[in-house]
């Protein structure tokens, strides 16, 4: 009779105990569900003010489109006006593809190989670190005097790098030039990668805000900017 | 002091229930509230986002239709004024900043992430920011003289950087896959990427890397206000 009981009370017990971890199973799951959920939810948000700025910055695009076009038929027959505007995209034009040397408030970054023979400064370093400047809003970026454009190729070949065809040995020196106002959000974002490269990778590094900094244009002997293969449409 | 003894560990065993029942009760009261809610944000999330997008791209005709009307007046105004050398240059610099569509022979690129993830680390089975940047550096060390991605133009200021689940270029976003189109020479542009190390690292995890060369191919101009690309350099005469 005792026996019984105390059988009895031990499988009740065994019972509550497996329905104990499995009750907290489940709402762990639960917390889990409810937690990818939110996850998504957040995502989603994010997408939908992402594609909102980026709707913004059409509608700006397109605002400004239209003010130029409308200043073209106001400007009808007036062919000095027209002119002037034309000369002014021509000067921006030529800014964007590297044609002149440019100064600005910038950022100057020293990038050395560390001291033992493994910790030495890739391709693909620099190839991130200029990334991270464009993402930055960088406006215009030069490796050791060498412009980098559009085309602008980066090979390491031991035991020099290759950029715009020409050979350059480190200490790579990294100028970039960015409207002031984004200059410390661009510092930001360059911190994590900064890091990388002293603490994990060993390079030597140092980051420096310039007030005025002056950005070569693209060598222009030829060999830089090609376009015989493109044909305009 | 038997019946005692009982009662006590039956009064233990019904707390513990008692407490249980509660706890899944409110778990249960829980999960039935966030839920409908939640499903219900998300669904209105993801509409507004189509909205959003059909915006976009009817912004983006428009854009489009303005550029093309802004450029035949510069072409009536340059054939009206008669100045070759303006014409020219107008030409050849807005080529140089990747400002007009081209066209020519070169390749097209398919990158996309593993259709299944075999092993544990899903980094692994994901196309990254960097992997394209790598790519578009192949291509450029092979010649190419005129790239896009997703028919977004490569220009010397556009950035290739992870944004949550897309990547942003031009500072537009794009999902996977990617589209790269170069102009330049095929021939080399094909062994360059079938060569590279990154081609072998994309299909070690069985990741889309597809090359073929192709005649013809269009690369759209950069679209955007180059004005705001600009705006902090100032010309060194």
Same mark, same amino acid.
């Given at each position: 009779?005792?026996?019984?009981?105390?059988?009895?009370?031990?499988?009740?017990?065994?019972?509550?105990?497996?329905?104990?971890?499995?009750? /907290?199973?489940?709402?762990?799951?639960?917390?889990?569900?409810?937690?990818?959920?939110?996850?998504?939810? &957040?995502?989603?948000?994010?997408?939908?003010?992402?594609?909102?700025?980026?709707?913004e910055n059409l509608? +700006?695009?397109?605002?400004?489109?239209?003010?130029?076009?409308?200043?073209?038929?106001?400007? +009808?027959?007036?062919?000095?006006?027209?002119?002037?505007?034309?000369?002014?995209?021509?000067?921006?034009?030529?800014?964007?593809?590297?044609?002149?040397?440019?100064?600005?408030?910038?950022?100057?970054?020293?990038?050395?190989?560390?001291?033992?023979?493994?910790?030495?400064?890739?391709?693909?370093?620099?190839?991130?670190?200029?990334?991270?400047?464009?993402?930055?809003?960088?406006? $215009?970026?030069?490796?050791?005097?060498?412009?980098?454009?559009?085309?602008?190729?980066?090979?390491?070949?031991?035991?020099?790098?290759?950029?715009?065809?020409?050979?350059?040995?480190?200490? &790579?020196?990294?100028?970039?030039?960015?409207?002031?106002?984004?200059?410390?959000?661009?510092?930001?974002?360059?911190?994590?990668?900064?890091?990388?490269?002293?603490?994990? =990778?060993?390079?030597?590094?140092?980051? %420096?805000?310039?007030?005025?900094?002056?950005?070569?244009?693209?060598?222009?002997?030829?060999?830089?900017?090609? /376009?015989?293969?493109?044909?305009?449409? | 002091?038997?019946?005692?003894?009982?009662?006590?560990?039956?009064?233990?065993?019904?707390?513990?229930?008692?407490?249980?029942?509660?706890?899944? =009760?409110?778990?249960?009261?829980?999960?039935?509230?966030?839920?409908?809610?939640?499903?219900?944000?998300?669904?209105?999330?993801?509409?507004?986002?189509?909205?959003?997008?059909?915006?976009?791209?009817?912004?983006?005709?428009?854009?489009?239709?303005?550029?093309?009307?802004?450029?035949? &007046?510069?072409?009536? =105004?340059?054939?009206?004024?008669?100045?070759?050398?303006? +014409?020219?240059?107008?030409?050849?610099?807005?080529? $140089?900043?990747?400002?007009?569509?081209?066209?020519? %022979?070169?390749?097209?690129?398919?990158? $996309?992430?593993?259709?299944?993830?075999?092993?544990?680390?899903?980094?692994?089975?994901?196309?990254?920011?960097?992997?394209?940047?790598?790519?578009?550096?192949?291509?450029?060390?092979?010649?190419?003289?005129?790239?896009?991605?997703?028919? *977004?133009?490569?220009?010397?200021?556009?950035?290739?950087?992870c944004a949550g689940?897309?990547?942003?270029?031009?500072?537009?976003? /794009?999902?996977?896959?990617?589209?790269?189109? +170069?102009?330049?020479?095929?021939?080399?542009? /094909?062994?360059?990427?079938?060569?590279?190390?990154?081609?072998?690292?994309?299909?070690?995890?069985?990741?889309? =890397? *597809?090359?073929?060369? $192709?005649?013809?191919?269009?690369?759209?101009? &950069?679209?955007?206000?180059?004005?705001?690309?600009?705006?902090?350099?100032?010309?060194i005469e």
């Amino acid at each position: 009779m005792k026996f019984a009981r105390n059988l009895f009370i031990t499988m009740i017990c065994i019972i509550l105990g497996i329905m104990l971890s499995w009750q /907290y199973k489940s709402i762990e799951s639960n917390k889990k569900v409810s937690a990818s959920q939110t996850k998504n939810l &957040y995502n989603l948000q994010k997408e939908l003010l992402e594609e909102k700025k980026n709707n913004e910055n059409l509608r +700006a695009r397109n605002e400004e489109l239209e003010a130029q076009l409308s200043e073209y038929i106001d400007a +009808a027959g007036n062919n000095k006006q027209i002119e002037e505007s034309i000369r002014e995209q021509l000067a921006r034009a030529r800014m964007l593809a590297g044609l002149v040397d440019v100064q600005g408030p910038g950022i100057e970054i020293v990038l050395d190989d560390g001291d033992s023979d493994y910790q030495i400064v890739y391709d693909i370093d620099l190839l991130k670190l200029i990334n991270e400047l464009r993402a930055a809003e960088a406006q $215009a970026i030069s490796i050791n005097d060498e412009r980098v454009v559009a085309m602008t190729e980066i090979r390491y070949t031991r035991p020099y790098m290759v950029i715009n065809g020409r050979q350059i040995y480190p200490p &790579y020196v990294i100028k970039a030039i960015a409207d002031p106002e984004k200059l410390d959000y661009a510092l930001n974002m360059l911190g994590g990668v900064v890091e990388i490269f002293r603490d994990s =990778f060993g390079y030597k590094i140092s980051v %420096n805000k310039v007030d005025k900094i002056t950005i070569p244009k693209v060598r222009d002997d030829g060999s830089v900017l090609k /376009y015989n293969l493109l044909n305009p449409l | 002091m038997k019946i005692n003894d009982k009662s006590y560990i039956l009064a233990v065993l019904f707390m513990v229930f008692g407490i249980l029942l509660s706890v899944q =009760f409110r778990s249960v009261l829980n999960s039935k509230k966030n839920k409908p809610s939640v499903a219900y944000q998300i669904e209105n999330l993801q509409n507004e986002i189509k909205t959003e997008k059909l915006i976009g791209s009817k912004l983006r005709e428009e854009i489009d239709e303005n550029i093309k009307k802004q450029d035949e &007046y510069i072409k009536m =105004f340059m054939e009206g004024r008669n100045d070759n050398e303006l +014409a020219r240059e107008w030409e050849s610099v807005k080529l $140089a900043a990747g400002l007009t569509d081209v066209m020519g %022979n070169g390749v097209i690129v398919h990158l $996309a992430d593993a259709s299944e993830q075999l092993g544990r680390n899903i980094d692994n089975y994901v196309v990254h920011d960097v992997e394209i940047v790598e790519v578009l550096n192949e291509l450029k060390k092979a010649g190419a003289q005129a790239i896009s991605v997703n028919n *977004e133009r490569i220009i010397s200021t556009s950035e290739i950087i992870c944004a949550g689940p897309t990547v942003r270029i031009n500072r537009t976003r /794009y999902p996977v896959p990617y589209e790269i189109k +170069a102009i330049g020479d095929p021939k080399k542009l /094909y062994d360059a990427l079938v060569n590279s190390p990154i081609a072998s690292e994309f299909l070690m995890f069985d990741k889309k =890397f *597809e090359v073929r060369i $192709a005649k013809d191919i269009v690369i759209p101009k &950069y679209g955007g206000d180059i004005n705001n690309l600009v705006d902090g350099l100032e010309v060194i005469e």
